[in-house]
T-cell receptor, first 115, second 115 residues
Framework: GENVEQHPSTLSVQEGDSAVIKCTYS??????FPWYKQELGKGPQLIID?????GEKKDQRIAVTLNKTAKHFSLHITETQPEDSAVYFC??????????????FGSGTQLTVLP | DGGITQSPKYLFRKEGQNVTLSCEQN?????MYWYRQDPGQGLRLIYY???????QKGDIAEGYSVSREKKESFPLTVTSAQKNPTAFYLC??????????????FGEGSRLTVL
């Protein structure tokens, strides 16, 4: 089955700096890669996703890059703000339609943005 | 407001007791899921249901049971057979695997502690 590794487990940055979280996956057939943000005491929420036919995707201060050859993908947050502090999970899916049943999650990164 | 409601938020149980966690959604989603979250680990799938009156085991189903009698409801029972039940439990829904599920919508979770 799929194995997703996520690094680092904790990350502290100064407000205004950039943050990068990296994930690797094992199954080259995986073709859908979402990122979820979990604020304290709440459930995770999708913030951005990318499919295997795209190398990069941006949404305001958030971007995700995918390297299919190396089987890794990364989340980039620029101009970090205190409200970016949360746990971030990457995931990979084998399903052609991005089926949630086939999602494998990384272990999470606790991001802390220091004022 | 549309969303997923989990109850109770906190639950304490004595060893040997069964406990049922509630999950209700008003998003009109076909698919529903239960995940378990432990510190430093990703989300692990317990059970999922793609349609009413049907459900399938996920990766860690032992010691758990579910039912899906209504589209809106997907309760999870943690039985006494579950060896290590203390965890944070998350319920989620998605439009449906057959329509390219992609995004999961999560509830705010239920924290179960076995005394």
């Amino acid at each position: 089955g799929e194995n997703v590794e996520q690094h680092p487990s904790t990350l502290s940055v100064q407000e205004g700096d950039s943050a990068v979280i990296k994930c690797t996956y094992s199954d080259s057939a995986s073709n859908y890669f979402p990122w979820y943000k979990q604020e304290l005491g709440k459930g995770p929420q999708l913030i951005i996703d990318i499919r295997s036919n795209v190398g990069e995707k941006k949404d305001q201060r958030i971007a995700v890059t995918l390297n299919k050859t190396a089987k890794h993908f990364s989340l980039h947050i620029t101009e970090t703000q205190p409200e970016d502090s949360a746990v971030y999970f990457c995931a990979a899916s084998l399903g052609a339609s991005g089926s949630a049943r086939q999602l494998t999650f990384g272990s999470g990164t606790q991001l802390t943005v220091l004022p | 407001d549309g969303g997923i409601t989990q109850s109770p938020k906190y639950l304490f149980r004595k060893e040997g007791q069964n406990v049922t966690l509630s999950c209700e959604q008003n998003l009109n989603h076909d698919a529903m899921y239960w995940y378990r979250q432990d510190p430093g680990q990703g989300l692990r799938l317990i059970y999922y249901s793609q349609i009413v009156n049907d459900f399938q085991k996920g990766d860690i189903a032992e010691g758990y049971s579910v039912s899906r009698e209504k589209k809106e409801s997907f309760p999870l029972t943690v039985t006494s057979a579950q060896k290590n039940p203390t965890a944070f439990y998350l319920c989620a829904s998605s439009i449906g695997a057959s329509r390219g599920a992609g995004e999961l919508f999560f509830g705010e979770g239920s924290r179960l502690t076995v005394l």
